[in-house]
């Protein structure tokens, strides 16, 4: 119950760890206890903490090979769409928890109809886009000033665009493989209702590009939208089917 929900995945995992005595990110550990204390208060301190893990995390991770559909942001140019973003807060606030709902939405209904406890391969760093768009909406409605606003919110455009390149660079990775045999049936059946679907596709590149102040055509998902076609037109050899090559009979 509580890995469903994504604030609780730091938690879960760290509870874990600790009881078996094999947590070992240490670095990540220090740095936490670095969050403010403010951030640690309040009714929904456990979703600001969770996504100020999620904005750590993302900052120490390494360097990747940036793929051509998620270009970098110059910290210059976050700031001033920030402005813009916030000149219209409750519009930008709504756009980002859209994006949210149909992330969380696509992801649980893929896991419950599979049934999976994960995502098929390249697509791991899909769930970490709820957490980013979640707090980028806690951000612009919170009572901060607008110069921490806009500080926070760069910081969180940063880590999501490092997070989407990410996304993209596996799954392009992803598309260079054999997709034939890799899925069930009803793996591919949920995955083109939930997050192989039009509506879902459509509606993360419309929060995507909102968030960065993109026009569609420069930042296009394109490989996310590759692996989807290739998921949903793989000819399949499962399980789920019958066998039906001929068999020696004993007479």
């Given at each position: 119950m509580l890995d469903a929900d994504l604030k609780w995945h730091f938690w879960h995992d760290w509870y874990l760890a600790m009881w078996n005595g094999t947590f070992d990110d240490w670095d990540l550990a220090f740095e936490i206890i670095k969050v403010a204390d403010?951030?640690?208060k309040g009714e929904d301190a456990a979703q600001k903490v969770a996504d100020e893990i999620v904005r750590i995390k993302a900052e120490r991770r390494p360097t990747i090979d940036r793929p051509e559909s998620v270009p970098g942001i110059e910290r210059k140019k976050l700031i001033q769409h920030v402005k813009r973003l916030l000149e219209t807060p409750d519009i930008s606030a709504l756009t980002a928890e859209g994006a949210a709902a149909n992330l969380e939405r696509a992801v649980l209904e893929f896991k419950n109809t599979v049934p999976a406890n994960c995502l098929p391969d390249g697509l791991e760093h899909l769930e970490a886009l709820h957490a980013l768009f979640q707090s980028i909406s806690t951000t612009i409605k919170s009572e901060a000033s607008d110069s921490e606003k806009q500080q926070q919110l760069a910081d969180q455009m940063a880590a999501l665009n490092t997070k989407l390149a990410e996304l993209e660079a596996k799954l392009k990775i992803a598309k260079e493989k054999?997709?034939?045999?890799r899925f069930k049936i009803a793996a591919i059946d949920s995955f083109g209702k939930t997050i192989?679907?039009?509506?879902?596709?459509?509606?993360?590149a419309l929060g995507t590009n909102h968030s960065f102040g993109l026009s569609p055509n420069e930042m296009t998902l394109e490989n996310l939208r590759g692996f989807s076609d290739d998921m949903l037109t793989a000819e399949l050899l499962s399980l789920d089917q019958p066998d039906l090559r001929p068999h020696a009979v004993d007479i």
């Amino acid at each position: 119950m509580l890995d469903a929900d994504l604030k609780w995945h730091f938690w879960h995992d760290w509870y874990l760890a600790m009881w078996n005595g094999t947590f070992d990110d240490w670095d990540l550990a220090f740095e936490i206890i670095k969050v403010a204390d403010d951030v640690w208060k309040g009714e929904d301190a456990a979703q600001k903490v969770a996504d100020e893990i999620v904005r750590i995390k993302a900052e120490r991770r390494p360097t990747i090979d940036r793929p051509e559909s998620v270009p970098g942001i110059e910290r210059k140019k976050l700031i001033q769409h920030v402005k813009r973003l916030l000149e219209t807060p409750d519009i930008s606030a709504l756009t980002a928890e859209g994006a949210a709902a149909n992330l969380e939405r696509a992801v649980l209904e893929f896991k419950n109809t599979v049934p999976a406890n994960c995502l098929p391969d390249g697509l791991e760093h899909l769930e970490a886009l709820h957490a980013l768009f979640q707090s980028i909406s806690t951000t612009i409605k919170s009572e901060a000033s607008d110069s921490e606003k806009q500080q926070q919110l760069a910081d969180q455009m940063a880590a999501l665009n490092t997070k989407l390149a990410e996304l993209e660079a596996k799954l392009k990775i992803a598309k260079e493989k054999l997709l034939n045999g890799r899925f069930k049936i009803a793996a591919i059946d949920s995955f083109g209702k939930t997050i192989g679907s039009t509506w879902f596709l459509g509606a993360l590149a419309l929060g995507t590009n909102h968030s960065f102040g993109l026009s569609p055509n420069e930042m296009t998902l394109e490989n996310l939208r590759g692996f989807s076609d290739d998921m949903l037109t793989a000819e399949l050899l499962s399980l789920d089917q019958p066998d039906l090559r001929p068999h020696a009979v004993d007479i």
